[in-house]
Structure formats: structure tokens, C-alpha cells
């Protein structure tokens, strides 16, 4: 029975890939079926089953595939993550033209401190150091966004991988990957509040070496 | 013996707005030589032509990083003596490690206050 059932599965199979040398999973999942139908009888209930599973999963990849191939990943890659990583340039470019007007503006601040004496002069310099201090933003800012924007392009790269693998052609994205080295590791940028040191921290973990 | 405010201060940032926020934060406790360079390579060829009494640089930067550019330092005969103070936003142990066997002077994290600046500026000069 079973050698009878194996010849008549590889005679379907290789009948089917001499006619159709590409054949996709839809093909496969009718040979199963039609090889089902010629073993009828020589088959036990449980062994149908499991056939009839495998043509089963035969069709789900089948669908599968067709459902990634039908995704738009041109629009992922040439549309979407273009105009996030732009959006979020224009962010960055934003805020550091605005920090220089303020930083402008508290250099003029500064220099009328610099003519002034006094509490009066202490009061001014006092509120332009906050300003400078606070105008430090920018920089955390933009080290943030940078990453998220490395975020996006790895994604980009990780849907066109997806996609070229189940779902035939796509646009080759190659991630960007940066010098592997051991410093490379330690450049993380900003870490979340949460979970970073701070000054107090650092300057415990300094002492410890002395 | 006071801190002599007219040395040559090296400061080193991609951000140009960070430089800039440094420059006017030292200009207030009085150190008006400041020169700036926008990554280590940039540092390293002012430095090796110059005079400078303290380097504070950024880390994050290309082509040449902070600890690249702090380990030049330690390597150059002439610049291994002088203070080094990191000011960067990274603020992992392993950061912070590399940085002291470098032979980092001080590390300040960003974001940081003036009071921060003056302090660890104080204490690589011998006076904290």
C-alpha cells in the first residue's frame, strides 16, 4: 500500500514539475489533493487527516504568500519611512533655529548684565545661565530623533527582507550598518530618565575607581 | 593658587548649538579663550598645533569619537597631561568605564547645569 501510495505521489509530483518547472504552492496543494483522491481506500481514516491537514497548510501558504505579495511595501519604503525620517529632519532643523534665537537673544541679555552691577546684574546673569542650561534640549533632542530614525530604517529593511523572501520581488533595502567595533556597542545616545544614570551616579562611579 | 582663567579651553561638539551653550556657560565663570572643534580629528589637529589647559568634548561624533580622540590624547607626549572632561549623553557604567580607563579627568552628563560645569572644571584643575 504504501509503496503503491509513495509511487503514485512522485509520478503526480514529477508530472507536475516537467509541465510547470516554477510550481507554486497552490500546484502542490492540488497534487495532494488529486493523490488523495486516487489512494482513496488505501488509506486510514487518521492518515487522510493528516494529509488533509498538510493540503490545508499547503493553501494557508498559499494565502500567505499572496497577501504579502499584495502589500504595498513601495509605499513603505519610497513613501512612508522618506517623508517620517523627513518630517523628523524638519523637527530637528526647527528646534535648533529656534535655539539660536533664544541663545541670540540671551547673548544680548548677557552682554547688558556685563554694564549692569549689583543684585540687578546677578538676578540677569543667573536667568540667562537657566536659559543656556535649558537650551541643551536641542542636542538630547536631536540625539533622540537620530535614533528613532535609525529605528525606521532598520523596519524599512526588515519589510523589505520579509517581502522579498515570501512574496517574490522587492526593493533590496540594506540596512544600514554602522563600523562593528567595541566602541561601536557603547554609543547609545540619550538613555530614557527611567532607567539612566545621572550626574550623582556617574560621579559615585567615578569615585569608585580612586 | 587661583584657576588661571586665561588658558586655552578646547571644547568639542558635532552640535554647533552645544558648542555655542558651552562657550557663553564658560564665558560666565569667566574663561574667555575658548576655541572650538566639531569632531576628535578636527580637536586632535588644534590641539597638536596649539596651546590648550582643558579639553571638554562630546563623545557621539564622527569620524573620530570622543574616547578616540581622549585616547589620542593620552597617547600624544605633549597633550596626555592636559584635563579632559567628557560631556556627553551617554550615561551607561560601561560609558562611564571606558572613559575612566581612557583616562578621562571627569564626566559630565547631558543634560547639566552650569554649576556642574564649574564644579568638575574646578576639580581637573586642582581646586574641587
Known amino acids: ?210 | 593658587m587661583p584657576i588661571d582663567k586665561s588658558m586655552n579651553v578646547l571644547i568639542v561638539d558635532d552640535y554647533k548649538t552645544m558648542l555655542r551653550i558651552i562657550r557663553n556657560l564658560l564665558k560666565q565663570i569667566d574663561f574667555n579663550n575658548v576655541e572650538e572643534a566639531t569632531d576628535g580629528a578636527d580637536a586632535l589637529a588644534k590641539l597638536r598645533a596649539g596651546n590648550f589647559g582643558l579639553i571638554i568634548s562630546d563623545w557621539n561624533m564622527v569620524p573620530m569619537t570622543g574616547l578616540q580622540l581622549l585616547q589620542e590624547v593620552r597617547a600624544d607626549a605633549r597633550l596626555k597631561a592636559t584635563p579632559f572632561i567628557m560631556v556627553t549623553a551617554e550615561s551607561k557604567t560601561e560609558n562611564v568605564v571606558a572613559a575612566k580607563q581612557a583616562g578621562v579627568s571627569n564626566y559630565i552628563v547631558k543634560p547639566f547645569n552650569a554649576e556642574t560645569l564649574r564644579d568638575k572644571i574646578e576639580k581637573v584643575l586642582g581646586h574641587g
Open chain 1, 1 to 210: 500500500m504504501v509503496d503503491h501510495a509513495g509511487d503514485a505521489l512522485a509520478e503526480r509530483l514529477a508530472s507536475i514539475r516537467a509541465s510547470y518547472p516554477g510550481s507554486e504552492p497552490d500546484m502542490v496543494a492540488d497534487v495532494v489533493r488529486a493523490v488523495l483522491t486516487t489512494m482513496s481506500g488505501d488509506l486510514s481514516a487518521k492518515e487522510t487527516s493528516v494529509l488533509a491537514e498538510v493540503e490545508e497548510l499547503g493553501k494557508t501558504i498559499a494565502s500567505a504568500k499572496a497577501e504579502i505579495a499584495a502589500l504595498r511595501v513601495d509605499d513603505i519604503t519610497e513613501a512612508h519611512i522618506p517623508f517620517a525620517t523627513d518630517e523628523l529632519d524638519a523637527i530637528v532643523e526647527h528646534t535648533a533655529t529656534a535655539t539660536n534665537a533664544i541663545l541670540s537673544s540671551c547673548e544680548t541679555l548677557d552682554d547688558v548684565a556685563g554694564g549692569l552691577s549689583g543684585e540687578s546684574a546677578a538676578k540677569l546673569q543667573d536667568a540667562t545661565t537657566r536659559i543656556y542650561e535649558a537650551c541643551s534640549f536641542q542636542d538630547i533632542t536631536g540625539q533622540r530623533i537620530t535614533k528613532v530614525v535609525g529605528t525606521l530604517k532598520a523596519i524599512e529593511a526588515k519589510v523589505a527582507q520579509i517581502v522579498a523572501t515570501f512574496g517574490g520581488s522587492s526593493p533590496q533595502i540594506r540596512p544600514n550598518v554602522a563600523a562593528v567595533d567595541s566602541e561601536a556597542a557603547l554609543l547609545n545616545g540619550p538613555q530614557h530618565p527611567a532607567v539612566a544614570m545621572d550626574q550623582s551616579d556617574i560621579d559615585r562611579l567615578l569615585a569608585s575607581f580612586e
